[in-house]
């Protein structure tokens, strides 16, 4: 899917990856990927923490890679957002350099009633 996505999502346990396929010529280099894990409750949200598992490079280049929560709540609607910041080392034949990837999951709806959040989620 595309980097903007807007979800309802039950109460529980969540999951939002963003994922970036790097090409340099044409040449699939490396996929770098962010997965932030949050809940959804009468709370709003709350991130319980973030990996980059999943990135790799290939014959190309290495992928050094790291995150971490850098706002793990959202509590009000419209008003937060909670963020993950994945930061990845490229070194290879085609790339040398950093990448850095920003998870933002924000909450536009909570109903209690029906268990349900409405969240609006991007990377950039």
Same mark, same amino acid.
């Given at each position: 899917?595309?980097?903007?996505?807007?979800?309802?999502?039950?109460y529980?346990?969540?999951?939002y990856?963003?994922?970036?396929?790097?090409?340099?010529?044409?040449?699939?280099?490396?996929?770098?990927?962010?997965?932030?894990?949050?809940?959804?409750g009468?709370?709003?949200?709350?991130?319980?923490?973030?990996?980059?598992?999943?990135?790799?490079?290939?014959?190309?280049?290495?992928?050094?890679?790291?995150?971490?929560?850098?706002?793990?709540?959202?509590?009000?609607?419209?008003?937060?957002?909670?963020?993950?910041?994945?930061?990845?080392?490229?070194?290879?034949? &085609? +790339?040398?350099?950093?990448? #850095?990837?920003?998870? %933002?999951? !924000?909450? @536009?709806? &909570? +109903?209690?009633?029906?268990? #349900?959040?409405?969240? %609006?989620? !991007?990377? @950039?």
């Open positions: 899917m595309g980097p903007y996505r807007a979800e309802d999502k039950k529980g346990a969540r999951l990856t963003a994922w970036v396929k790097l090409k340099s010529a044409g040449v699939t280099v490396a996929t770098l990927k962010l997965s932030s894990h949050y809940s959804v009468d709370y709003g949200l709350k991130m319980r923490y973030a990996d980059v598992a999943g990135t790799n490079g290939t014959v190309w280049s290495a992928v050094d890679a790291s995150c971490e929560v850098t706002d793990s709540k959202a509590e009000k609607v419209g008003c937060y957002d909670m963020n993950a910041v994945g930061t990845y080392k490229l070194n290879g034949k &085609l +790339n040398h350099g950093y990448i #850095v990837l920003i998870s %933002y999951i !924000k909450l @536009t709806s &909570l +109903n209690k009633t029906s268990k #349900v959040a409405r969240v %609006y989620q !991007k990377y @950039t």
